[in-house]
């Protein structure tokens, strides 16, 4: 019967829209976490080493600006800070993700080591490269954050979208389920009801019906005639 495979097609429709629904709002959601982690991770290792260098730099003008006698033990501590400097910078340098950060690791690199030597301006000039290095990637971290939370909008109107295609297909799979079959079968089961309660005159009718139930309900038609025929000849 078409209005089977109709059905059958209406309902196959509704499970993949569903599906459809259920895998795209996983494939959201698993490509924001992956992208938001990512990003957090690789800004936040530069930060790390804008931190330490930082810390290297103020330690050691700390140690000279206290003074001492004993001027090796000084040395040494600045060579150890030195080299703290040194690889913090190196790790900074081997995770560069945004394409300002060269320029301001390149300003670092030439002054880091006059600074180390007591060069004020150095000095001055290191911290502000380390600043404006943090500030890259702290502007990276919040340029991430936006763009993941309008994938993320973005997702949710799309899963409403989907939402609403399926409750509209839902309701015209309804509509025509219960015109098409729903309200032939009640008038079939109604036709049965009253021949078994004595009318014999109830037949099978209705408007705007299926290809498929108007040849059942001439089937049924006939067979009812038939029997009233049959019945009436034994009543002579």
Do not use: Y
């Not at 059905?7 to 259920?22: F, H, K, P």
């Not at 560069?96 to 301006?121: N, R, S, V, Y």
């Not at 309660?197 to 109830?202: H, V």
């Amino acid at each position: 019967m078409r209005i089977g495979q109709a059905t059958n097609i209406g309902a196959w429709v509704l499970i993949s829209l569903n599906l459809l629904m259920a895998f795209g709002s996983i494939w959201i959601f698993m490509r924001m976490s992956p992208a938001i982690k990512e990003i957090i991770e690789q800004n936040e290792h530069s930060l790390q080493a804008c931190e330490e260098m930082l810390a290297s730099l103020s330690m050691m003008i700390k140690a000279n600006d206290g003074g001492g006698n004993n001027k090796i033990a000084l040395q040494q501590a600045n060579k150890v800070l030195l080299v703290k400097f040194e690889d913090a910078l190196k790790r900074a340098t081997n995770n560069i993700t945004e394409k300002e950060e060269p320029h301001a690791i390149e300003l670092i690199k030439t002054q880091f080591k006059l600074a180390f030597d007591g060069d004020f301006k150095a000095k001055e000039e290191t911290v502000a490269a380390i600043i404006l290095l943090g500030k890259i990637n702290r502007e990276a971290m919040i340029k991430a954050d936006i763009r993941a939370r309008q994938f993320g909008q973005a997702g949710a109107w799309g899963v409403v979208f989907m939402s609403t295609t399926i409750f509209f297909s839902g309701m015209l799979f309804k509509r025509n389920l219960l015109h098409n079959l729903i309200r032939p079968i009640e008038e079939i089961d109604s036709v049965i009801s009253a021949h078994r309660n004595g009318d014999n005159m109830r037949r099978c009718s209705g408007a705007d019906l299926p290809a498929d139930f108007v040849s059942i309900f001439h089937g049924i038609n006939e067979i009812l005639d038939q029997c009233q025929s049959e019945f009436s000849i034994r009543q002579k």
